[in-house]
């Protein structure tokens, strides 16, 4: 019978390329962490580890079990929390997981109107780049709570937020400002260098989704990996970024304009198929706290007017 002990060892290993790694972290000696595994892989029918020279790598049958170890131990890690919360012995944790701009820009005032009511709950915030490295999270159970863009697939309950909407933001004497105007169509922006995202972060995919749907590819003047930095740059003169207009704070001086058509997405939370007390608390704070974006911001950025895109 495979234990979670097992498991553990399977994880670090994977984890850290290396039984002699592996053992020093986890306390234990190599001789023993390769016994287990032996034991563990007669248990799944086949080797789970390939022993190269310098370094050990999974097999496909190891990398096929590695997401439900994860997930098994963060369950067992629960169980104890919830075990020791009913003994009086602590308060417990809450594991949140988000993308980048959500951490920015949606989760602050939740996590203050959190620590107010639940001041003995740790918070465990984790941020991601892209949806499915959030997914990702959760199937492996290294989260309680998800909170990002709509999942494509989910079993387990889920909560829309509300509809994200994206600003374009250019330096504060930039033309495009001129008369007052607050929309602007990305198309006009077509021959500019872009500040752009690194590859694999998810809003390197929007901003080249709304630029294909307005016929053009972006140039990039820059890439970042840190979503904060992209309007900061695009105010500063490298090219115009596409953020979410939930993350530029009130007293930021760059030149903030509605694209035209408006880019949107969909945001939501979601949680495992069984919450704990203490997520499901979480989720009602957040419903009854979250705004996408505060009413102040969506009267300068003059958003609100049309319905969101079907």
Known sequence: ?????????????????????????????????????????????????????????????GRAMLPH???????????????????????????????YSVGLGVLPPVLRRWRQDHRDVQIS??????????????????ADLAVGPLPRRWNGPVWTLGVEEFVVVLPSDDPMGDGGALRVALSALADCKWVHYASGHGLAEVLDQACAEAGFRPVAAVRTEQTAAAPVLAAAGLGPALVPANMIPTAFDGLVLRPDPPVCRPLAAYTRPAPDPLTEAFVRILLETVRVLPEPLRARFGLGDDEPPG
């Not at 060892?9 to 023993?32: C, I, K, W």
């Not at 915030?125 to 290294?142: I, K, N, P, V």
């Open 1 to 61: 019978m495979v234990s979670l002990r097992q498991l553990e060892y399977l994880v670090a290993v994977a984890d850290h390329g290396s039984f002699t790694r592996a053992a020093e972290l986890l306390h234990v000696t190599q001789p023993a962490l390769s016994h287990q595994m032996r034991i563990l892989e007669r248990s799944a029918g086949g080797p789970l580890l390939e022993r190269l020279p310098r370094s050990v790598r999974l097999t496909p049958a």
């Open 69 to 99: 170890a994860r997930a098994a131990l963060a369950d067992a890690y629960r169980a104890g929390c919830a075990a020791r919360q009913a003994s009086g012995l602590e308060q417990g944790e809450l594991r949140l997981a988000a993308v």
């Open 125 to 142: 915030l984790s941020e991601h780049r892209h949806t499915d490295e959030l997914l990702a999270a959760m199937t492996e159970g290294a």
